[in-house]
């Protein structure tokens, strides 16, 4: 005979993740199609379950307490594992999955290569979004996310998908001007694209070239590989670039590669999502996808 679980009343649930999640009764209660009075019964119905208020009301806003802080995390999980359980019970992935990565491999690699999981997937839509910090899952609507360091977030299920490796690119009319670059050396003599970038520094002294006061040295700081890469394609400069991202204008002579040298600093861009979510439908066929062409570009 099955125990009966002592849980709360399944609505006061819902409206409670809702509540933490938007962090307001009233954009919680727009969501749910209730009014603001019947989301703050059944937040009371639950603290009154609990024996301990969930939420601290200031003037014109709320914050969780801490009881409320251990709690919704836990129900954001149950509710989307109830999603997902959904959602393969229906058979395949359906939905919309939301991708949150850097700039430079938005536009660099994965725009270039998102047709063909659309096309395999065609009831999965995908919103891609370009941000810079790195993505709370507990708080944020995003599946999946694409971060640049080292793999080791606690919590998420991380895959390396390219190395961070780096080395000097520029125009070929920008090389020519100079009579051709045939020596690391030769590049000081040019204009450097965020010369304070701490990878200048790296590569100039693996290739055993003193470069000091680059920090010092005037040139724009542009904040992302994308942006770098194309002033160094319209001969602005020589922008320390990663060539998974560039290997289109190496291809066709828009950039070139004057030195084999490639430096890395223990970075890679990983595939990352909530452990808890491994096996949800959506995921599972992004992992398979991406992965794939990982695999395909580097043979």
């Known amino acids: 005979m099955h125990k009966t679980l002592p849980l709360p009343p399944l609505t006061a649930i819902r409206v409670f993740e809702a509540v933490a999640r938007h962090g307001s009764f009233t954009k919680a209660a727009t969501e749910l199609g209730m009014t603001q009075a019947a989301v703050s019964y ?4 639950l603290e009154d379950r609990l024996g301990a208020p969930l939420f601290l009301r200031r003037p014109r806003q709320i914050a969780l307490t801490e009881v409320g802080q251990r709690l919704a995390p836990a129900v954001t999980q149950a509710f989307e594992q109830l999603s997902e359980a959904y959602v393969t019970a229906r058979g395949g992935a359906q939905g919309t999955l939301v991708i949150s990565t850097i700039a430079t491999f938005a536009s660099n690699w994965l725009a270039r290569r998102l047709g063909s999981f659309q096309i ?11 941000e810079p910090h790195l993505v709370d899952f507990s708080r944020e609507e995003v599946d999946i996310g694409i971060r640049s360091g080292r793999g080791d977030w606690p919590g998420l299920a991380a895959h390396r998908l390219i190395n961070a490796d780096f080395t000097p690119m520029l125009s070929p009319s920008l090389a020519a001007s100079i009579g051709g670059v045939k020596e690391p050396a030769d590049l000081l003599g040019l204009p450097l694209l965020d010369p304070g970038d701490p990878w200048w520094a790296k590569w100039f002294a693996a290739a055993n070239v003193p470069a000091e006061g680059l920090s010092s040295r005037p040139g724009a700081s542009m904040g992302a590989q994308a942006y770098e890469g194309n002033a160094a394609t319209a001969g602005q400069g020589v922008a320390i670039l990663t060539p998974a991202f560039f290997a289109a204008e190496l291809a066709d002579g828009r950039l070139v590669q004057p ?20 096996n949800s439908p959506k995921i599972s066929a992004f992992r398979q996808w991406i992965l794939g062409e990982i695999a395909a570009s580097s043979r």
């Open 42 to 45: 059944q937040i009371k119905v």
């Open 120 to 130: 395999a997937h065609p009831s999965l839509a995908v919103r891609l979004q370009t």
């Open 259 to 278: 030195f084999d040298l490639l430096c890395n600093d223990d970075h890679a861009y990983w595939l990352v999502y909530p452990e808890t979510r491994r």
